[in-house]
């Protein structure tokens, strides 16, 4: 049984993806990381013997501390960060663990450069419809959740990540785009190593809006209405992306949760006892 600042792999991997998912550190050490560069989805790499110097900015926040076992490195961080206050955890067993558990893990060379304030910055084309909120949405829940979205006028997506030093994404010929028959999103949960079954399920749904087959999955057309109704509703890129966010969370719950639920009415009639 973990002790009281302690969270287990299992408990962590329930959290991951929803909003109010913990702050996660990866505090191995550069030794420890070189033989796997690798996160847990939405992990951020510290420096565990400077957290006296980042530690406050984390005050009132709930945090999960990785190093390699979960031993002195975390457990040390950890009990920091409490006292910094921040309601800060170990993760039991720590990336071993996760490891051992075979949870996904996001490749740390797939993760795009970040800027000088840590985030990772994200150019598309503006009025997004299906893939440019369900991206975004992907990449602040399991990858990185400080992400910046800037939407465009189409023909300048090429030129504004050249001069502000940002990543395309869902436009011709960039990486993170289209391949084949399936969209930008697939691209992303494959090169990040999240092809779990919820996520494959949702990247059905997302196809199918996204591109016109709605034989694919059932509940795309019911995606496709909702992204497709926020469009109408909002004229700021950035405000229907916010809104959007709340669709994929509820989307992306069911498809972890609640698949095999049905609701019914009227409820049916018990027979007399």
Not at 135 to 147: E, G, N, Q, T, Y
Request: hydrophobic share 45%.
């Amino acid at each position: 049984m973990p002790s009281p600042t302690e969270i287990t792999v299992s408990q962590l991997s329930r959290l991951i993806g929803l909003p109010d998912t913990p702050v996660i550190l990866d505090l191995r050490t550069e030794e420890d990381f070189a033989e796997d560069p690798c996160l847990i989805p939405g992990a951020r790499r510290a420096g565990f013997d400077s957290v006296t110097e980042w530690g406050a900015a984390l005050a009132g926040q709930r945090v999960v501390a990785v190093c390699q076992k979960g031993l002195k490195i975390s457990q040390g961080a950890a009990a920091w960060l409490r006292h910094l206050g921040a309601a800060a955890e170990t993760l039991e067993g720590g990336m071993m663990a996760w490891r051992a558990a075979g949870l996904p893990a996001v490749p740390a060379s797939a993760i795009p450069p970040r800027d000088a304030q840590g985030r990772t910055v994200w150019v598309t084309r503006h009025r997004p419809k299906i893939d440019r909120i369900a991206c975004p949405w992907l990449i602040r829940r399991f990858v990185d959740p400080s992400a910046v979205f800037l939407y465009v006028a189409p023909a300048e997506v090429a030129s504004v990540a050249e001069r502000f030093g940002t990543t395309p994404f869902d436009i011709d010929g960039v990486f993170w785009s289209h391949r084949g028959e399936t969209c930008s999103f697939d691209t992303m949960v494959e090169e990040f190593g999240l092809a779990t079954e919820p996520l494959l399920h949702l990247a059905r749904l997302v196809r199918g809006a996204d591109t016109a087959r709605p034989d694919i999955a059932p509940e795309a057309p019911g995606l496709l209405a909702a992204l497709l109704g926020l469009s109408r509703m909002y004229r700021d890129d950035l405000a229907q992306l916010e809104a959007g966010m709340t669709v994929m969370d509820a989307f992306y719950r069911w498809c972890r949760d609640a698949t095999e639920e049905t609701h019914n009415w009227p409820a049916p009639e018990r027979a007399p006892s």
